[in-house]
C-alpha cells in the first residue's frame, strides 16, 4: 500500500479477474438475494438478465475480495523490498454502484483501480483522500460493474 | 409488490432486523473481505472500529437479504387477499452507500426503506422511477448504514 504522495490521477491497476460459476452465482443469491433470476437457469433466461445472473451484490463482494487480495501482495512485496508499507484508512463509504451488464453464469469479469481525484484532507492532515474508481469488464471488452470508492490514505510525512 | 400509482414519497417500511454474530462476520469476511479488522476480535479492538467489525459488503448484503424477503412476504399477502401483485425491475444501481457506524459481533441491525422521490419514466411509459432510502440502524438508536436505491416500478394501467 502506497502513501498519499506516491499516488497519482489517472493511474490505473488491474487487479484481477474471477470466473462467476453457476453453483457460486446460486450460492451467494441463496444466502443474500435469493431472487428467481439468481437461483435458477431457466428462471434466469426468462428475465430481463438473459441468463443465470449473479446479484449485483455478489460481484461487488468479489471486487472487494480482489482490491484486498491485490492490497496485500502490494504490501508484502513492498515488504520485501524493505520499504514502509502504508496502512490505509478503512473506506467510509462507495459511491454511483452500478450494474450496467448482467454477470452471467460462465462470465469472466476482470477488474481495476484507477484514482480518479487526490486531495489532502482537510479536517485530518496525517491524511490524503483518493476517488478511486473500480471497474469490472467482462470477457467480451464490456464495462459491467462500476463503482467509485473514497480511501483515506496515510501522507508520509505526518 | 405494489404499482408505482400506490407509493408515495415520504413512505417508510420496516424490513427486518438482523444480530450480526462473530461467526457471520468472520465467515462472510473469510470469503469476500479478509481484512484483519473483519477476522479477529483483537485486531478489531485495536483498529478504527473499536471491535470485530462487520465488513461493510456483508452489511450491505443483509440488507438485501431482508429486502428481498419482505417483497416476497408482500407479495404473499397481496396474491392471499386476490390482488395483481406488481414484478418490479432489477435495480440498476445504487448510490451514496454509506457506512456511517461500525457494525460490531453482537449488533442487531434494523432496517427500513423510504420513498424519498418518484417519477414516470420519459422513455418507458409502463415503468415509474422510485428512488428509496435504505437504512440500518443499531439497538442505541443510531444510523449505521444507508443506501440509495433506484428501482423501476410498474404503472397499474400500462
Same sequence: chains 1, 2.
Avoid: Y
Wanted: glycine share 10%; aromatic share 10%; with cysteine.
Amino acid at each position: 500500500m502506497r502513501f498519499f504522495e506516491d499516488t497519482e490521477v489517472g493511474e490505473r491497476r488491474e487487479i484481477g479477474s474471477f470466473t462467476f460459476t453457476a453453483d457460486g452465482i446460486k450460492t451467494f443469491a441463496g444466502q443474500f438475494d435469493p431472487q428467481r433470476f439468481h437461483l435458477d437457469e431457466v428462471e434466469g433466461r426468462n428475465s430481463l438478465f438473459g441468463g443465470l445472473a449473479a446479484s449485483g451484490w455478489h460481484v461487488a463482494s468479489v471486487c472487494m475480495k480482489l482490491i484486498v487480495a491485490d492490497a496485500k501482495q502490494l504490501a508484502r512485496d513492498a515488504a520485501a523490498r524493505g520499504e514502509t508499507v502504508a496502512a490505509w484508512g478503512p473506506s467510509p463509504g462507495f459511491r454511483e454502484l452500478r450494474w450496467i451488464k448482467p454477470v452471467l453464469a460462465g462470465d469472466t469479469i476482470s477488474f481495476a483501480s484507477e484514482v480518479e481525484s487526490r486531495r489532502a484532507s482537510d479536517s485530518r492532515p496525517a491524511w490524503g483522500i483518493l476517488q478511486i474508481r473500480n471497474t469490472g469488464t467482462n470477457q467480451r471488452g464490456e464495462l459491467a460493474f462500476s463503482v467509485l470508492a473514497t480511501a483515506f490514505v496515510p501522507r508520509r510525512n505526518a
